[in-house]
Every structure is written in structure tokens, then in C-alpha cells.
């Protein structure tokens, strides 16, 4: 296949670049190894848009984190994605701490951020009733919001596909095409891509596409974050997102309540050398609830219902990679999205396009850097029961009355939204992409009741056999045999 | 808007026997409301027998036990919605659906509830009912509740949701499976695949005892030889796409991993039986009051709730051992939500407390607050903290005198147990009933 532009890697970084690039007269073409987008650190984030204070004045990612923030709003309105605006504090418990506070409220003025404010311990509390008492100072940032990371990242996949963008998933890149010193392509599991420019947003693999050139060297240092969810009765035990004083090693253990309205804590920060070890552990989850104790004392270990682990990759230099490959032609990398990636992924693309554009004059390859004449900005948004006042819901059921028919009874999630996410502009072909678009499973039965239901409804969407429905893809289907067929074979002397 | 006497939330073995009941009692405008494709509940996936002794006396199948009340309701033309998602119900008459603005407020209602839900057929639906049946039944609890680290791989199911599978869907999720919790559902399952052609390699099981009813250790583990590893937990579960393996570990006296006891067993699925969880979703959102032991409403001795005109009984109200129990409760709460719409009920001046003491888990009901003459006694069931032999069930009032006291060889957690108050023993009580479970000869209970 062939094209103008390749994108590597499906995270919000990847899928942000693939929508603004397809406002352009270009034939975009993003691969993605994973069975859906937002599988790597896309998903398993604290689903945070930062104000921006944290980082020095004059890092990139400072930078980028301000510039997107404000954007925000009119980007989720457009994509349909849930996003609120609800204000952070980093909390101080002692003078020390204070001094930090102080830091980071000047590092943000410097950055041009507004409202930052040190609030007294009497302010704090009249903010957050549950915080631990024994805090004095806190800094308040109204500019700070939370957002679900992975609708954000298929909504922005959504948007690129329905401007002509197309996303490949199960498409594993294996190799570079090189031709004197030019990047010319890549080879992947699915055959040989080509394009004009390659552009390497593989996130936590980032390292591994870009240092296919002998020139830039991307070292990576991995570190894993591991986070529970508690139920939804737990929703309000606190109004915005909760910080501690950070350390130099990262922002510390965090609690906040999520657009769906779960509260959230973590993430812990534990060296890994394993990108693909997602595993959570008795002891990291335990520190990271003594660590949100410390914020609110009365939080429980009752009603988490949910317990998983996201990895972070920091580049030696502590900053994002956003630049063109000195050593391979026509690659640009874009490395080292550690937090505020999620929050900065906005200018990121916005950035990616500048150098395109400066690049391309450079080079002068055959790409058409022009406006779309028909380019649509928005999602039409998806009818869903759960933000829908129950007396509205009427008129969805009136148009469609698979509406009426609740398959997950915790979430209270339609079998006409199911369907409608798997015939999405990025499909949802496994139980966890139904999840992540719809929220069945996402309750406190965690699919117990939903997932036979789920699955039958992917099973006659996707006119495939109940068999072959799987988890996450590839490997990891749920079913193995019509039952008396593995009794049969293990009777005739057959393994299954 | 459809008028009702009585709705019941809830068409499994609770609801089926209270739809019955209800008939049976010249209740005239009965509706059960089913969110699941047809009646019955649970009992549908349950194939295996042992339904029934105490009800029918007879042994029955699941579906074979739920079929004997589902041909009478067809039959007796009582009306029921299946595929029909109850979402709130409201004791304030203006909250409707035409009525937008109104919240689910506090303002009681004397006569009437309002239920909303929705199906294919009618949309949303607004009900009113003179009096309401919680029959909800309970949810499995999951790997996530109860925090076993590891990756999230395919091949974790909860063992109901693995018996769905397999016996209403026809399809086997495992081959190679490590049961967690020997629950009875557990325990019933390892059996299933067993029976499928899979391979249990054992059955977990954190306390030094068994949680499942003794007939079913037998006739599901034993009699398979399927090993049932007591104080053993899984501390890791492995595998990126598919469950690859589990690490189990044995556990000492305060259900901690012992170091050093731990093992690699290579599996590919994993079923947790790890309790079960009344749904009070519903409940809540009405206001009931809910017991933090039971998980499921507060109620008096005839299954009403702390919002008058709301009964509950089944599952939804505390987890039952047998189905018959569930039945014989649903018939409880019926009849008194006949007097109740007769206006028949009268108070007595003083409810009386059941105090669980020592070694006693819970009391079903949790308070007595009728006067009632013809009334011959009183059932209250209950459950024990943990296993004893040769004890003795005491009963007492309020001033610690024995009111009455029953010996028994062996009490278990697993097993639910009735004790029946009769006419004499309310004679000394004023405001309060304790049951303690004790050793034979240990009896210091006596205060004074």
C-alpha cells in the first residue's frame, strides 16, 4: 500500500496527528498493532488534562500541555467525548512543601497559565470536606480537567477515518524499507506500507522505530503506574483531582473523580524493563492506597472494583522527542510521551504539522499540503442512555428500539449502543473494544451478567462464530469448543 | 401509566413464588417484571438436581424446579414482562415520566409507588403499585473485589457466568481450570466441566473449611477426585492474552500467603466462586435501608423493608442456601403485602431487636414489629461466623434470661439455620431477642 503519510502507533499522540493531518489533501494511513487504538499507555492513565505548572518553563512539554489545554473544550464538544473541567490542587502539608507549591504556581505564571492560586487550609477544606485536615496549603488550579483518555483517542481515530484517514489495526510494524538513507516504508505482519513520511508515534516502542536510524539514540526509561477504580458510590468522596506535593520523580499518587463517575487513585511509579508487563501486584496496589490515605484519610478498600497498570516512558532527556530523524530521510519521531501527553496531545499535532510543512519544503516530496474542502470537524454525537435523563430516553427508543433492550445492567448500557460500536468509523471487534466505547463490563459485576450477551451481539454483528470473539484480539478468545465437542475428542484420544 | 396491586422486581424463584402466592390470595392486578429472556432466574443455568426437597419434596433440576411455578403463572394468567430493565422505583407520586422535572424526592407516598422501566415492546414504562416485591436476586462477587493481582488476560470468569456458557449458550470457556472459592456454585462447576471433558486441576479454597454445603463437596469434588486445597489462595494470575498460569499459595491462620508456599499450575481458565452480593442497586436508590452484614434490606418479620408498602425476599434480601427457603420467604412477603394493601397490619407498641451475638453472623428478619394474634410463631434464620460441633443455639431476651435454647452436632457458615419462636416465647420479651451459638458446656453466658 501506499501513501502520503504513515503513522505508527495508535495512542492519543498517534490518532491527534491522523485527525489534523486529515484536515489536509493527504492520504493518511495509521498501523496499529493492537486489535484497537488506545491500547498502550492511552488507556491505562490517570485520564488527567494537566493546567501545565509541573514542568520547568522552558521544557516542550510545558509548552505543549498550555497551549492544548484551552482546547480542550471545543475539541471533546466536537468528538463527543466526555471531559470536565473540574479543577485541581496540589496539596502541602508542611512549609517545605509549600516552597514547591510556590515553584510550581510561579513556573505556571511564567508559562502564561491563569487563576493559580495558593489557597489556606480553611479554603481547601471548603473545597474538598474529606481531604485530611492536617493539610495547610494547597495549590489550586481551576484550569485542570479530567477526561476519558481512550474515547478521546478512537473518537480522534473516528474523526480521521470519516475525513479519509484509514487505521490498520493488527498491523505490527517488523521493519523499516530503507533506501539511501531514506525511509521509504515499513514491513509489517499484514505486507509492505510505503509513504512519503513516516511518522513514529509508537509510543512505549518509540525507541525501537526511531533508533532504526544510527543517529538519534532515544533511551527510554520505563517506569509502570498501577491504579484502582472504585465504584460509582464513591463517585463524589471528592470534587477535583487531588495531588500531592510531587516529588522529582513524578507527580505522586493522585485521587480523582473520573467523567464517568468512579473515583480513581494512583499511580505509583515502580522501574520496569517489561513494556508488555501489565501485571498489577499485591504490594504497588497497597501503596498506592496507603498513599491516597494520606490525602483522604477515609477512603476504604470496600468497593474498588477494578485494579490495573499503565507504563510511562521518560526519554533520557526528561522532555518529549518531537523533531525529524537526523539519520533516516522522511521519518519524523515523536518519543518520549510521558504525562502530559494525554494533556498535550492536541499542540502535539498541531506541532507535527509545522514541521511537516518545513520538512516538506525541504525536501520537496510529492505531498499536497492544502485544506480539504470537506473536511467534518465533528462527530455526530452517540446516543447513550447513561447521559440521558431517563424521561428523554423516549424519543432514542421511539427511533431505535434495540435502545430499549439494557444488556449491561450496571452501567445500564443498550444493545442499540453495542451495535453501534461495532459498526463505528474504528470498528470495536473484541469485548474490551465494546467496553471501552460503551462501558458494558465496566460496573461492579465487571461483565458477569453483560459478557455472554456482549459477545453474542459481536458474534452476529461481525457474522463470526462465538468462538472466534475474543477478549482483545488475537489470542485471547473467550470460548474453546461447543460443549460435548471437547468431551467427544477427549474420548476419541484428542487434545483439544 | 398502568395500575397495579402488586409488582414484583424479580422473576426468579423469589418472584415466581411470590406471583403465585399473590394469585392464590385473590391479589387481583399482579405484574412481574424479568429483565433476562425468560422466567426463572438462575435456576435456568442451574442443571444440576437437588432442588426442591424441602418445597416439593422431591428432587428436582433448576429448570425443572422453576418450570413448576412458571406453567402455573402461564396458566393462571398472571402478567409478566421478561426482557424488561426495572430502572427506578419511587415512593413520590408526581415522579413520572411526564412529570420531567420532578426528582425521586422524599415526599411519601401512602398509597402508591411509582415504577419506571423500559423493554422493546412498551418503551419506558410507568407503573403504579399499591405495594412492591424486591426480588432482584444477587450478582457474583469478582477477582477485582477481592484484589488478586496479576494481569487481565482472557479466561477469568466468575463461575456463574462460566454456567451460563455452558448450559444455557453451549459453549465451554476452558479447558485447563483452577477453581478459586468452593462456594457452591464453585464446586458445582468443577464438576460441569469436569463432566465436559475439561480438566480441574483443584479447587481453592482460602478458609481451613470448605463455604459450600457438605453434600456438595461430596458429589462435586470427592466422588471426581478433584483436589479441594483448604486454606490455599491464588496470589497471581499469569498470561497476556489467555490465562497462562496461576500462582496459588497456601495461607496461615489470618488468610496471609505463607512464603515460600506458593505454586506455579500451568491453566488456562479460572472460574472465582468468591460469594455473592444481594443487587440492591434498586433498593438503595429508593431509600431502603440496607444491613451492612446481609448486604441486603433491614426488615421485620414479614419481609417489609424501612419504606413501607416495599417487601423483599430471596437473594436480594440475604443469600440462601437452598432455592425452598427462597420460595417459602416470597410466600412470607406476600401475604403481608396483602394486609398491608387491606390495611390489615397493626404494630406493636414495641418492635422487637434480633441481636446476632456470639459467633451468630446475622438474623433474618432483623426486627419483629407485629402484633398478631393468630400468628403461631415466628421463623428466624440465620447463619454462623464459623464451623462448630456439639454447640448450643441460645436464645435470650433483653435481661439476658434464656428463653429457649436447641442443641445441635454441627453448625457451618455455609448453612443457613431456622430456629422457630413460638407464642410462649414472647412472653418475657419487651424489646429484644439475642441468639448466641456456643460450645456445649461453655454456657457463662448468663450475666447475672
Redesign the interface.
Known amino acids: 500500500m501506499k501513501c502520503d503519510i504513515l503513522i505508527i502507533g495508535g495512542g492519543v499522540v498517534g490518532t491527534a496527528i491522523a485527525r489534523e493531518l486529515s484536515r489536509y489533501n493527504l492520504e493518511i494511513v495509521l498501523l496499529e498493532k493492537e486489535d484497537d487504538v488506545a491500547m498502550g499507555s492511552s488507556k491505562a492513565n490517570s485520564g488527567i488534562v494537566h493546567a501545565g505548572y509541573n514542568s520547568p518553563a522552558d521544557t516542550l512539554k510545558a509548552r505543549l500541555n498550555v497551549k492544548a489545554n484551552p482546547q480542550f473544550d471545543k475539541l471533546c464538544a466536537d468528538l463527543d467525548v466526555p471531559f470536565k473541567r473540574i479543577g485541581s490542587l496540589v496539596i502541602a502539608f508542611n512549609e517545605d512543601e509549600l516552597k514547591q507549591l510556590k515553584w510550581e504556581k510561579e513556573n505556571g505564571e511564567k508559562l502564561g497559565i491563569k487563576g493559580l492560586k495558593i489557597l489556606s487550609r480553611d479554603e481547601l477544606l471548603e473545597k474538598e470536606p474529606n481531604l485530611n485536615p492536617k493539610a495547610k496549603y494547597g495549590l489550586y488550579a481551576p484550569s485542570a480537567g479530567i477526561v476519558s483518555s481512550y474515547e478521546l483517542t478512537i473518537a480522534l481515530a473516528d474523526n480521521a477515518v470519516i475525513n479519509g484517514g484509514k487505521v490498520m489495526l493488527e498491523t505490527e510494524v517488523r521493519d523499516i524499507i530503507e533506501e539511501k538513507g531514506r525511509i521509504q516504508g515499513v514491513k509489517t505482519n499484514t505486507g509492505d506500507f510505503y509513504a512519503s513520511y513516516v511518522i513514529n508515534a509508537a509510543g512505549l516502542f518509540a525507541d525501537e522505530i526511531a533508533n532504526y536510524s544510527n543517529d538519534t539514540k532515544i533511551e527510554y526509561s520505563l517506569r509502570k503506574g498501577e491504579y484502582h477504580l472504585y465504584d460509582k458510590n464513591w463517585g463524589n468522596f471528592v470534587t477535583h483531582i487531588l495531588f500531592p506535593t510531587p516529588s522529582k520523580v513524578s507527580k505522586g499518587i493522585l485521587i480523582t473523580p473520573t467523567v464517568h463517575g468512579n473515583l480513581m487513585i494512583g499511580p505509583n511509579a515502580e522501574e520496569t524493563k517489561d513494556k508488555k508487563d501489565l501485571s498489577t501486584s499485591k504490594v504497588a496496589l497497597n501503596e498506592v492506597f496507603e498513599s491516597a490515605k494520606k490525602l483522604v484519610p477515609d477512603l476504604k478498600r470496600l468497593d474498588i472494583i477494578n485494579s490495573f497498570s499503565g507504563i510511562r516512558a521518560k526519554e533520557k532527556s526528561n522532555d518529549f522527542i518531537i523533531a525529524a530523524s537526523k539519520g533516516l530521510e522522511g521519518l519524523i519521531n515523536v518519543a518520549g510521551i510521558q504525562s502530559p501527553g494525554l494533556s498535550a496531545a492536541p499542540a502535539i499535532a498541531e506541532m507535527l504539522l509545522d514541521i511537516l510543512h518545513e520538512y516538506n519544503h525541504e525536501l520537496k516530496r510529492d505531498i499536497d499540503l492544502s485544506f480539504k474542502k470537506n473536511f467534518k470537524e465533528t462527530l455526530t454525537p452517540k446516543k447513550r442512555l447513561y447521559r440521558t435523563d431517563y424521561y428523554n430516553w423516549q424519543e432514542i427508543i421511539a427511533e431505535n428500539p434495540d435502545f430499549a433492550e439494557i444488556v449491561c445492567r450496571c452501567e445500564k448500557v443498550s444493545k442499540g449502543e453495542i451495535i453501534h460500536a461495532i459498526n463505528r468509523p474504528v470498528p470495536a471487534t473484541s469485548i474490551d473494544a465494546v467496553k471501552r466505547r460503551t462501558r458494558t463490563g465496566t460496573g461492579r459485576c465487571q461483565g458477569g451478567f453483560c459478557q455472554p450477551r456482549v459477545l453474542e451481539i459481536l458474534a452476529k454483528e461481525l457474522n463470526i462464530s462465538p468462538l472466534k470473539v475474543s477478549k482483545k484480539g488475537k489470542g485471547s478468545c473467550l470460548l474453546f469448543a461447543r460443549t460435548k465437542e471437547m468431551l467427544l475428542s477427549k474420548m476419541a484420544g484428542e487434545k483439544l | 401509566m398502568k395500575n397495579y396491586q402488586l409488582v414484583i422486581i424479580g422473576g426468579g424463584p423469589a418472584g415466581l413464588a411470590a406471583a403465585l402466592k399473590a394469585k392464590e390470595n385473590g391479589l387481583k392486578k399482579i405484574l412481574v417484571l424479568e ?1 433476562d429472556r425468560y422466567l426463572g432466574g438462575i435456576l435456568q443455568q442451574c442443571i444440576h438436581n437437588g432442588f426442591g426437597l424441602e418445597y416439593f419434596k422431591e428432587e428436582l433440576t433448576g429448570p425443572e424446579y422453576a418450570s413448576r411455578f412458571i406453567e402455573k403463572i402461564k396458566t393462571q394468567d398472571i402478567e409478566y414482562k421478561t ?1 424488561t ?1 426495572v ?2 422505583i419511587s415512593n413520590n407520586e408526581n415522579w413520572s ?1 411526564d412529570n ?1 422535572k420532578t426528582n425521586k424526592s422524599n415526599i411519601e407516598n401512602k398509597d402508591f409507588k411509582n415504577i ?1 422501566a ?3 415492546e412498551d ?2 414504562l410507568n407503573i403504579k403499585a399499591n405495594a412492591v416485591i424486591l426480588a432482584m436476586g444477587c ?2 462477587r ?4 477481592i ?1 488478586i ?7 477469568v470468569f ?1 463461575a ?2 462460566a454456567q ?3 448450559n ?8 485447563d481450570v483452577i477453581v478459586l472459592g468452593s462456594g457452591d456454585i464453585g464446586m458445582i462447576m468443577a464438576r460441569r466441566m469436569t ?4 480438566e480441574v486441576k483443584a479447587v481453592l479454597e482460602i478458609m481451613p473449611y470448605s463455604s459450600g454445603l457438605m453434600r456438595n463437596k461430596v458429589q462435586c469434588l470427592d466422588d471426581f477426585d478433584i483436589p479441594l486445597k483448604l486454606s490455599h489462595t491464588i ?4 498470561g ?3 490465562v497462562e498460569s496461576v500462582i496459588i499459595s497456601e495461607v496461615d491462620e489470618n488468610l496471609n500467603p505463607i512464603d515460600g508456599a506458593d505454586e506455579d499450575i500451568e491453566c ?1 481458565t479460572i472460574l472465582f466462586s468468591v460469594g455473592l452480593i444481594p443487587e440492591n ?1 434498586l433498593s438503595r436508590d429508593l431509600g431502603v435501608k440496607i444491613d451492612k452484614i446481609t448486604n441486603g434490606p433491614v426488615v421485620d418479620e414479614y419481609r417489609m423493608t424501612s419504606i413501607k408498602g416495599v417487601f423483599a425476599c430471596g437473594n436480594v434480601l440475604h443469600v440462601h442456601d437452598l432455592v425452598d427457603y427462597v420460595s417459602t420467604e416470597a410466600e412470607i412477603a406476600v401475604n403481608a403485602a396483602e394486609k398491608y394493601i387491606n390495611k390489615e397490619l397493626k404494630e406493636r407498641e414495641n418492635p422487637i431487636d434480633l441481636i446476632p451475638e456470639k459467633n451468630v453472623q446475622y438474623i433474618v428478619p432483623q426486627y419483629i414489629k407485629y402484633h398478631d394474634l393468630n400468628r403461631k410463631f415466628v421463623n428466624l434464620f440465620f447463619r454462623v461466623e464459623k464451623p462448630l460441633n456439639n454447640v448450643n443455639i441460645l436464645i435470650l431476651d433483653q435481661d439476658n434470661n434464656l428463653i429457649n435454647s436447641y442443641k445441635k452436632d454441627i453448625v457451618h457458615p455455609s448453612e443457613m439455620l431456622k430456629i422457630v419462636l413460638t407464642k410462649k416465647d414472647f412472653k418475657k420479651v419487651l424489646d429484644k431477642i439475642r441468639i448466641s451459638v456456643i460450645k456445649e458446656g461453655s454456657e457463662s453466658f448468663v450475666s447475672n
Open positions: 429483565r426482557e430493565m430502572i427506578g415520566l420531567k419506571i423500559i423493554n422493546r418503551g419506558l450478582r457474583e469478582t477477582r477485582e473485589a484484589r493481582p496479576g494481569t487481565r488476560p482472557a479466561g466468575s456463574g457466568t451460563r456458557y455452558i444455557i449458550e453451549g459453549y465451554m470457556p476452558g479447558k463432566l465436559e471433558g475439561a496470589t497471581e494470575i499469569k497476556k492474552d489467555r488456562d442497586e
